[in-house]
């Protein structure tokens, strides 16, 4: 079997950070987030089987520190059971490739992201024409090229109790990015977002640098379909999660997070989407 796994053409250091840069914390039981600079992962353990599975990877250039913080808490981690992607976006696939030549476990996504996970395509370009804040102006920046990691993706099976998961599910939830999907453990009422909706207000640089806690859409310069994103945030709405862990910012819990989240379904159009930008239409 051919291994090999290539890095994106454009493959950067991003040198962005937040307060949050660092933290690990037990966001459920036996369920861990890690921010990696502006980013978050999640690490679902299951102590009483010797598993453990990765969600997301964070930034380019993040896989020795990501590998040593889980080395740090997980007593005898070893190589997770699997990688599981919520989409290929740079900021969620950059430690993949130096994490996974020395574990080897597969990774799984939907097919749909499989052009951007197999070389075969990048994603349309980030729009720093969008309304919004520094960090659109200067995502020409971000590395936008598409990874190769063909020899080791797997699709997502129906019932992620096939690869040991058996009381999460995983829900379909474009706009962000065609593939996107969101993970949901219905005994903890914990959800796993990705980007679908996140907690900061990514637009703005010094609430990502301090974390403000604001339920907000998916980041406004990577998101080309508006209708899909709409309709992505009403089906996690309905799931009324206890807890919410996203993509970027801050956990949230509790009446806070499921009535922010219903205001975001109700007011979609004024909160998430922007006035302008080539992806609007």
Not at 35 to 42: C, E, M, R
Not at 126 to 146: C, H, R
Request: net charge negative; hydrophobic share 35%.
């Amino acid at each position: 079997m051919d291994t090999e796994m290539n890095e994106s053409k454009d493959n950067r250091f991003i040198p962005m950070t937040s307060i949050a840069n660092g933290i690990w914390q037990e966001i459920a039981k036996d369920v861990y987030g890690y921010t990696d600079q502006i980013v978050n992962l999640t690490i679902i353990n299951k102590p009483e089987e010797h598993a453990w599975y990765l969600v997301d990877t964070g930034l380019p250039g993040s896989a020795d520190e990501i590998k040593s913080v889980i080395e740090e808490h997980l007593a005898d981690a070893g190589k997770p059971s699997a990688i599981l992607l919520t989409h290929g976006h740079f900021d969620h696939v950059g430690g993949l490739i130096e994490l996974n030549k020395g574990w080897e476990v597969p990774i799984y996504a939907h097919p749909s992201e499989f052009p951007y996970l197999t070389g075969e395509k990048a994603y349309p370009k980030p729009d720093m024409t969008v309304e919004g804040g520094l960090l659109a102006k200067i995502s020409p920046y971000y590395p936008n090229e598409p990874i190769d990691v063909s020899p080791y993706l797997k699709e997502l099976p129906k019932n992620l109790g096939e690869i040991g998961l058996p009381e999460w599910e995983w829900i379909h939830t474009p706009g962000h990015a065609p593939g996107h999907v969101s993970f949901f453990c219905p005994d903890k009422g914990l959800l796993l977002a990705g980007d679908a909706f996140i907690t900061v207000k990514q637009d703005s640089f010094f609430k990502v640098l301090l974390q403000n806690e604001e339920i907000s859409g998916p980041p406004r310069y990577l998101t080309t379909d508006w209708k899909e994103a709409k309709t992505s945030v009403q089906k996690l709405a309905d799931l009324h999660p206890d807890i919410a862990f996203t993509g970027h910012g801050p956990l949230m819990q509790g009446k806070e997070l499921k009535e922010g989240l219903q205001d975001l379904v109700d007011h979609f159009e004024e909160k998430a989407v922007p006035d302008y930008g080539k992806y609007i239409n």
